[in-house]
């Protein structure tokens, strides 16, 4: 009997949907950032002294040669890419200004660039379920760098764990 409770309890934790807002607001050299964590639409706050200590852990990481960057950015790219199943909101501003008219107008295309592919990914995957709002401005005046992110997406650990089983598969 404890054995079938503990199987149907392990059944809906990995069938729940899990949901993430995640909020990073830079201006400067100041940063913020909200993480929220819940099942469905019910978010709870992540304590700021946590993720202090997550952003600590992660900087003390070295990356002593280009290829232990290169495998850290592609597992962190590849458990981004599990998380991301469901995008609920997408909201990304981008103020950038190098004080040079040619590198700032660089700099926007650049950008563009980057997000271009992983917004067309996402789409071609059916992940967005609203159409992300993006904007990206060049300030000619100043040397600035302003970022306002704003992400919800919803996972499945059962989900998760079947695309991890299909990659080892293969």
Known sequence: MRLLGLLLVLAIILSIRFSVEFRLVTEGLNIQSRLRFG???ILFAMPQAM???VNKAIRKRSSSSFESAVRGFKAGFRLLD???QTIELLHLEVQIGTGDPFSTALGTGGIWALISPVLSGLNAD???RTLPEIRIEPDYDEVNL?????CIFQFR????????????MV
Do not use: C, S, Y
Not at 146 to 150: P, S
Not at 157 to 168: A, D, R, T
């Open 82 to 84: 599990n998380f991301l």
């Open 126 to 128: 059916n992940r967005l």
């Open 157 to 168: 650990l059962g989900q998760i764990i079947i695309n991890e089983v299909k990659k080892v």
């Open 51 to 53: 993720i202090k200590r």
């Open 146 to 150: 302003q970022v306002d992110l704003h």
């Open 39 to 41: 099942v469905g639409r």
